[in-house]
């Protein structure tokens, strides 16, 4: 093995220990998401990948859900899941890619036209592709085509306007961006969003202090159609901040520079459009790059925005993820500045309402409106990245008004109705994780992972029931509440939040659209893949600015693993020191020297160790390379056919 034209540094544990219950707990719950994640596949796909599911289905919405549905088959693996499932994943994206192209939302791989709340959703699966390598030349040719798609470098797809740093519709993808909709492109939607509020005060027979909108009443449709296209499809919104994901994907599979600067580029113009509101970030920007250019110069009323249902989540989220996304490309904190500054105006609004501190969700022609407890996860996200006092102090200003300890067992993806916690994807403690980390929560591995296992065998009996049976499934567009192109991520039992906090030392992902940030990630050097080796736990413990402590376990008695840590999930950090700790966390030896990203530690049969990893965060490109050389790599992007074609007609 081999780092940056060196040997790469090696420790070797040889100290039998026996094996804590967290260790063995880890254990249990990848052997059984890997029995869960056959079973899953077998259930509900065909041989060849495709799923097995209704005839037709109409409008713009539907391709993320599906990719939401499975996309863990690839994660699993990249944690250390069973190798089966590389192949298993790859061969169901290209199966939903096709079988969703033929229903007619995808075109040329990629969503034809929809937002970046579903995009952003759908593309986690891509993303953890990326993670589960080794690229291939169809991987880097793909993300490439995809990025180009948002630089204004595709001309079958005119999203991005590069003068002005604008995406110019909310509704955008392979097709380009889509002004105006038709009433069969919300189709599937119809019923649903009967109990969501009017998407504008002013729409002809709608009451809006009912708080309920009846989409599925014909004229009320038409005239909501109507408004949307003259006031809403135009422009630029904050929701497609999103888009940074993908161009930081593209960056990671090719080191292609352009692909950094526009995540930089696009951010700063948001950040401009924020100075020129007075602070505060706008939600809609005309295709002339003024602040609500169609909404009589309002600056709320845009797709996703102040207006809408979900309000300041879909603000600061993609906020969020591209604030990270710059860090991680850039490794500049001061990237973070955006995100940080919409959490502070949010908290400069508060009021005490019963007792309770509350911060507004909306903005609409009344003022803000819609008042809630603040949002906890968002800058523990920062603080997560930063380290920084700052980002520490907008998280404990949050008045503590529940057990932040508390770990929840989610029972759907969207909200916990008790707690008041997304949990979306079945993610749902990343409080009791920030808890942990910080010393405050010691009991957390053990009840994260009995969290864990008790979600996954809910989720069997879920899959296994009447309920769970595509024989029994409708055709339609929705089930009760949810739409019915959701059922794949309800019946999904490959959830582990525990596995990615405690192994890799982060929260889970942002759902909508954001990367796997993270501490530190695994690979198996004996089978030369990604992932703990079979029988190995890993526990992260602390985190500081400079280093990470967690614990290496061989729990097989009879086999003997290596395992190489990587600094960063994309290789962005350098550790620079490894430093053996005993059980009364004192160090024990003299330190290791590593100088860099990859750390090999060799575990005897039954074999544990206690390290601290010291380093340097943010120095490194990310990529998705591992620690051997990928062939592929370098190699060179195919070129197609020019424009004017191939030379003379047949005659």
């Not at 509101?277 to 797709?303: A, F, H, M, R, V």
């Not at 530690?601 to 490109?621: C, F, N, Q, S």
Request: hydrophobic residues 35%; aromatic residues 12%; proline residues 6%.
């Amino acid at each position: 093995m081999k780092e940056q034209g060196n040997e790469m540094p090696r420790i070797e544990a040889t100290e039998r220990m026996v094996p804590p219950e967290w260790a063995l707990r880890e254990q249990w719950l990848f052997a059984s998401l890997n029995q869960a994640a056959k079973e899953f596949v077998g259930r509900y796909t065909e041989p060849d990948g495709t799923l097995i599911w209704q005839k037709e289905w109409p409008g713009m919405d539907g391709s993320d859900d599906p990719y939401e549905g499975f996309m863990n088959l690839a994660l699993l693996y990249v944690l250390g899941g069973n190798r089966e499932l590389y192949e298993v994943s790859r061969r169901i994206w290209e199966a939903i890619t096709w079988q969703w192209t033929e229903y007619g939302q995808i075109h040329r791989e990629f969503d034809a036209y929809y937002d970046w709340m579903h995009h952003g959703e759908g593309y986690l699966f891509l993303y953890f592709l990326g993670l589960a390598g080794p690229a291939t030349r169809k991987d880097q040719q793909r993300s490439v085509r995809f990025a180009h798609m948002y630089t204004g470098d595709d001309p079958d797809a005119p999203n991005y306007d590069k003068a002005l740093r604008l995406i110019r519709s909310p509704l955008n993808g392979s097709k380009g961006p889509r002004f105006t909709v038709s009433e069969e492109d919300w189709s599937t939607h119809r019923g649903i969003l009967d109990h969501y509020p009017a998407p504008y005060e002013d729409i002809p027979g709608v009451d809006c202090a009912s708080g309920k909108c009846a989409w599925s009443d014909d004229e009320v449709y038409r005239q909501l159609i109507a408004a949307m296209n003259e006031r809403m499809n135009r422009g630029d919104v904050p929701l497609n901040l999103n888009a940074t994901g993908l161009l930081a994907h593209a960056f990671m599979h090719t080191g292609e520079e352009t692909f950094r600067e526009w995540v930089t580029d696009y951010l700063s113009a948001w950040e401009e459009r924020t100075f020129r509101n007075g602070g505060i970030i706008p939600d809609n920007i005309g295709l002339s790059g003024q602040i609500g250019e169609y909404n009589d110069g309002k600056w709320w009323g845009g797709y996703y925005g102040w207006r809408w249902p979900h309000g300041f989540m879909t603000i600061i989220e993609p906020l969020t993820n591209a604030c990270m996304n710059a860090v991680l490309l850039t490794g500049e904190m001061s990237r973070l500045t955006l995100a940080r500054s919409q959490l502070d105006a949010n908290w400069e609004l508060r009021r005490e309402v019963n007792g309770q501190m509350l911060v507004p969700n909306k903005h609409g022609d009344n003022g803000w409106n819609d008042w809630r407890k603040p949002l906890l996860k968002y800058p523990i996200y920062l603080w997560t990245m930063s380290m920084a006092d700052e980002d520490l102090q907008r998280i404990e200003r949050i008045p503590r008004d529940h057990d932040w300890n508390e770990v929840i067992v989610p029972v759907v993806s969207g909200r916990d109705s008790r707690t008041g916690r997304e949990t979306k994807h079945y993610i749902g403690n990343t409080e009791p994780w920030f808890q942990y980390i910080r010393g405050h929560n010691p009991g957390y591995p053990e009840a994260i992972l009995t969290a864990n296992m008790e979600l996954v065998g809910r989720q069997l009996e879920k899959m296994r029931s009447e309920q769970g049976d595509p024989a029994n499934w409708r055709s339609g567009f929705h089930e009760g509440d949810f739409s019915s192109i959701h059922i794949w991520q309800e019946m999904c039992p490959l959830y582990f939040e525990a596995l990615v906090q405690l192994t890799l030392g982060g929260p889970m992902h942002i759902s909508h659209g954001g990367l796997q940030h993270a501490r530190v990630r695994y690979f198996d050097a004996q089978e030369r893949r990604p992932g703990l080796p079979p029988g190995v736990s890993a526990l992260v413990e602390a985190l500081t600015a400079d280093s990470a402590t967690l614990q290496l376990c061989n729990t097989s008695l009879f086999n003997e693993r290596e395992v190489v840590i990587q600094a960063g999930t994309f290789g962005e950090h350098r550790f620079t020191t490894a430093q053996r700790l005993g059980t009364d966390n004192r160090p024990q030896r003299e330190a290791a020297e590593v100088q860099g990203k990859w750390l090999a530690v060799l575990l005897k049969p039954g074999a544990g160790i206690r390290l601290r990893l010291d380093m340097e965060r943010y120095v490194h490109a990310p990529s998705y390379e591992g620690p051997w050389e990928n062939r592929s790599s370098s190699d060179p992007l195919l070129l197609g056919r020019s424009a004017q074609g191939g030379g003379a007609a047949c005659t």
